[in-house]
């Protein structure tokens, strides 16, 4: 399977614990996004990346979360000192390297705050 | 308010039947437009991409573009059992590459 890929699918944590999550894009993909979807809301987004410069952030991401991409492949979301309300979705996509170019989403990681 | 509004259903329908799903959006600097499909537990999948107003038609699927109104809609020709999923608009605006969504309509087509 080519398609996007992201690690772990679900991840119970306790409060107050780090979390990291990992998102393979498609091979030769430029631009990585990630998304959070909370229960019953589309998908909001949080960063994004062409290669392995973090081009823009989300007010949504408070200084508790980090992104990395370290070489232009895969990506890493760090979440330190999780709280409930962090509990979501958290969806990733990769494109190619046009604005125009669609944006493929991985299944995404479940994550839920005890 | 949200910048994309969107009915988030359940909207119910019998097998064959013609669906058509609508969102409405506040910024008039969007220029593209796109539908994508969510099945649950799964990522979005893109199943239309418009730019500007007018419509695009791929199969059993339309989308229609009115920018005068800000409105959007999809519609869904003989609808199936495997349309039920929940249906998420998106737009961007030019020069940007990050989607705004909205919360999304769930699709129930009962055989």
């Known amino acids: 399977d080519t398609g996007v890929s992201q690690d772990p699918r679900h991840k119970i944590t306790k409060r107050g614990q780090n979390v990291t999550f990992r998102c393979d894009p498609i091979s030769e993909h430029n631009r990585l996004y990630w998304y959070r979807q909370t229960l019953g809301q589309g998908p909001e987004f949080l960063t994004y990346?062409?290669?392995?410069?973090?081009?823009?952030k989300s007010r949504l991401l408070s200084d508790r979360f980090s992104a990395e991409r370290p070489k232009g492949s895969f990506s890493t979301l760090e979440i330190q000192r999780t709280e409930q309300g962090d509990s979501a979705m958290y969806l990733c996509?990769?494109?190619?390297?046009?604005?125009?170019?669609?944006?493929?989403f991985g299944p995404g990681t479940r994550l839920t705050v005890l | 308010q949200k910048e994309v509004e969107q009915d988030p259903g359940p909207l119910s329908v019998p097998e064959g039947a013609i669906v058509s799903l609508n969102c409405t959006y506040s910024?008039?600097?969007?220029?593209?437009f796109m539908w994508y499909r969510q099945y649950s537990r799964k990522g979005p999948e893109l199943l239309m991409y418009t730019y500007s107003s007018g419509n695009k038609e791929d199969g059993r699927f339309t989308a229609q573009v009115d920018k005068s109104s800000k409105y959007i809609s999809l519609f869904i020709r003989d609808s199936q059992p495997s349309d039920s999923a929940t249906y998420l608009c998106a737009t961007r605006s030019s020069g940007y590459s990050t989607l705004t969504f909205g919360k999304g309509t769930m699709l129930l087509v009962s055989p």
């Open positions: 990346f062409q290669n392995e410069a973090q081009l823009e």
């Open positions: 996509a990769s494109s190619l390297s046009d604005l125009d170019d669609e944006q493929f």
């Open positions: 910024n008039s600097a969007f220029q593209y």
